[in-house]
């Protein structure tokens, strides 16, 4: 079962259901949803699959592979897609302040040395309060904080204009650095998923033997249990829609380019 299911699943990682299978009861939104979150961020959780598709014979499951191909590229085309990818893309970039200019980190300086000097003032103030033999500890206390805020270098306009200038080039590399790694295109993040997807499901060794150990299948071959979950897909898939998925996902990226 977990081979069937497994070749269904390997579409495009992420498949949509085709009209021509909607007998297998796939759920449309859940598998635009799997879709969506492997082209953004890689990662394969295809969701559940209807038992209809235990029943198709290896042909059968190749051309349901191909089917569900061709709606992922429907969907990946489509302008639901796109603004979905937009407002994912306005999400990841935002929640980032603007640098500061040089006005406003004077203002918090004036800000931040006013309640210094206010929290100063309370302090003196509770002095009468405090036990005899700790007023005058206290008294020296606060005349060295005092000494040490007035002997504080004095910080320029020229100081805080450099300072806001370094914050500024600082905030535009982060910002480049951050568009980059989301770009405004959703071609780029789909190259990316399908390069990933080819990479990771390369190599299938799909005659590898498995054995039963404490009640679960495992690779004979104990080195094969570390490959990546999507080789392990396309090894429970078998090699006729494993290798049709890849077929599927070259021809794909080639269109792309």
């Known amino acids: 079962m977990r081979r069937l299911r497994s070749a269904l699943l390997l579409a495009v990682p992420a498949v949509l259901v085709a009209a021509a299978f909607t007998g297998l009861r796939v759920d449309r939104a859940a598998q635009e949803d ?3 979150h492997w082209v953004t961020n890689g990662s394969l959780q295809p969701p559940r699959v209807g038992p209809a598709f235990l029943a198709l014979g290896g042909g059968d499951r190749v051309k349901a592979v191909q089917a569900w191909g061709r ?3 429907a969907y990946a085309a489509s302008q639901a897609f796109r603004d ?3 407002a994912w893309r306005k999400e990841e970039l935002g929640g980032v302040d603007a640098p500061r200019t040089a006005v406003q980190m004077k203002e918090e300086l004036n800000t931040a040395q006013a309640e210094q000097r206010e929290a100063l003032k309370q302090m003196e103030a509770q002095i009468p309060t405090m036990p005899k033999e700790m007023q005058a500890q206290m008294r020296e206390t606060l005349a060295q904080m005092k000494r040490d805020m007035t002997s504080m270098p004095r910080i320029s306009d020229a100081d805080l204009e ?7 080039q600082r905030s535009k590399a982060e910002t480049a650095r ?17 390069k990933g997807f080819l990479a990771a499901t390369d190599g299938v060794d799909y005659g590898a033997a498995i054995q039963v150990q404490n009640g679960r ?3 004979a071959n104990r080195a094969l249990e570390a490959k990546p979950g999507p080789w392990k897909m396309a090894f429970r898939a078998g090699k006729e829609p494993a290798e049709a998925a890849r077929a599927f996902a070259r021809n794909w990226l080639a269109e792309l380019k």
């Not at 450099?162 to 500024?168: L, W």
């Not at 980059?180 to 399908?194: H, Q, S």
């Open 84 to 86: 979905r990818y937009a």
């Open 34 to 36: 799997a879709f969506f």
């Open 217 to 219: 299948r495992v690779f």
């Open 71 to 73: 709606e992922a590229k």
């Open 178 to 194: 951050r568009e980059a790694a989301v770009p405004a295109d959703p071609k780029v993040k789909l190259r990316e998923a399908l």
């Open 162 to 168: 450099a300072s806001a200038a370094q914050e500024a």
